[in-house]
């Protein structure tokens, strides 16, 4: 029985396999006179050492403790 004729494989890379299975994003064209967005002001999770009077001061009007010290720093800090 003659042997059956040899397959030819193309060496594939296989990084330029994988590029080539995505397309690039489309990218829009910036709007004119466009302002970026505006960000709501970000909080940052901190830790800090407070006297019990103050911060049962803050803590007796309710919920809105961390709001209320946090405007009373704003002040002090003038802004």
Known sequence: MPNPPRRRFRRIDPREAAEAAFKPAPTKPPLPDAKPAELPPVRELVSLRIDRDILERFQEAGPGWQD????????????
Do not use: K, T
Not at 68 to 79: E, P, S, V, W, Y
């Open 68 to 79: 209320r010290i946090n405007d009373a720093l704003r002040r002090i800090a003038g802004r």
